[in-house]
Nanobody, 124 residues
Framework: QVQLVESGGGLVQAGSSLRLSCAAS????????MAWFRQAPGKEREFVAA????????YYADSVKGRFTISRDNTKNMLYLQMNSLKSEDTAVYSC?????????????????WGQGTQVTVSS
């Protein structure tokens, strides 16, 4: 059974940092692009960041560029999101996703596997 399980969320103050992790099991995603999305209450799911299968290329939403860093460790089947300088508008449920191909996309429909999500709450 393929699973993506996020961890690392929590309640922090504005300006703080958090590191989210996504553990994949059931199959290897070493050759699949992966991404982080988020969804705030009452809003649609939003693209945050994506990474090419090898990790050589990354892409970020303008709202997080310069503050968030996506990375992966294919030897451990892990995906990470380092979030610095957090703002109240970053409050959301963050989910990791694995694409069906090596190429990333900002469209959630390009992703075949999803985790349940981890809550990140930033107080101002």
């Amino acid at each position: 059974q393929v699973q993506l399980v996020e961890s690392g969320g929590g309640l922090v103050q504005a300006g703080s940092s958090l590191r989210l992790s996504c553990a994949a099991s059931g199959r290897s995603f070493s050759y699949n692009a992966m991404a982080w999305f988020r969804q705030a209450p009452g809003k649609e799911r939003e693209f945050v960041a994506a990474i090419y299968w090898s990790g050589i290329s990354t892409y970020y939403a303008d709202s997080v560029k310069g503050r968030f860093t996506i990375s992966r460790d294919n030897t451990k089947n892990m995906l990470y999101l380092q979030m610095n300088s957090l703002k109240s508008e970053d409050t959301a449920v963050y989910s990791c996703a694995a694409a069906g191909t090596a190429y990333y996309d900002t469209d959630p429909r390009s992703y075949d596997y999803w985790g349940q999500g981890t809550q990140v709450t930033v107080s101002s």
